[in-house]
């Protein structure tokens, strides 16, 4: 099993949809979570860190279910923007510098 | 601008050159670390130092040499590499001692081509 899943997609959803992506981690040890985001030939770019109670940025939902393993990412009212790929990053351990990357999950928002 | 530059920005070598990657942050932060990213696969974390210490090294092969003068600094020296290091190696700073709480700010990355 991968230290951390995603789908890679891509989603394509028209302006204006929601769409969700999940990912899974195999680490029940793991301590912090992120969400970033990378357009194409750039680098990532941090959207939201993940807390345990759940966080709300704007149109970003962000969610953690540490007895499934899994974080989620809502994203409401789409923009063509919002085109990208969106990167779930777990830290492996408390208090050491890994930080495990997922693939990542493209999303394509169309008009 | 995230405050973290990376020179140069796409680099050819041919397997038999020696080349570096230079990383600057202008962020105060401590703690600086180089990926690579290959395509179709997730970043992989190469090394981190924290104040000028190397607190990770995710078992590179020894063609890649890391080296961190002070904590705004960090290199990646190159030498004998092979085709498949093709990839975009991308350096990250955070701030703070206390590994993994903190958000990672990344350079450009530079694209590198191995004949």
């Known amino acids: 099993r991968k230290e951390v899943e995603q789908d890679p997609g891509p989603f394509n959803v028209p302006e204006g949809a929601t769409v969700a992506f999940n990912c899974t981690y195999s680490?029940?040890?793991?301590?912090?979570f992120f969400w970033y985001r990378q357009d194409c030939r750039k680098e990532p770019k941090l959207l939201m860190s993940v807390y345990s109670s759940g966080n709300e940025d704007g149109r970003f939902t962000a969610q953690l279910n540490r007895a499934s393993q899994y974080i989620s990412l809502l994203i409401r009212d789409s923009k063509l923007s919002d085109s990208a790929t969106y990167l779930c990053v777990v830290n492996a351990l408390s208090g050491t510098y890994k930080y495990i990357f997922g693939t990542g999950t493209r999303l394509k928002v169309l008009a | 601008e995230t405050g973290v530059t990376q020179t140069p920005r796409h680099l050819v070598m041919g397997m038999t050159n020696k080349k570096s990657l230079k990383c600057e942050q202008h962020?105060?932060?401590?703690?600086m670390y180089w990926y690579k990213q290959s395509a179709k696969k997730p970043l992989e974390l190469m090394f981190v130092?924290?104040?000028?210490?190397?607190?990770e090294n995710n078992s590179v092969p020894s063609r890649f040499s890391p080296e961190c003068p002070n904590s705004s600094h960090l290199f990646l020296h190159l030498h004998t590499l092979q085709p498949e290091d093709s990839a975009l190696y991308l350096c990250a700073s955070t701030l703070g001692s206390q590994g993994g709480y903190n958000e990672q700010f990344f350079g450009p990355g530079t694209r590198l081509t191995v004949l």
């Open positions: 130092y924290s104040l000028e210490e190397r607190v």
């Open positions: 962020l105060g932060h401590n703690a």
């Open positions: 680490n029940s040890a793991s301590q912090s």
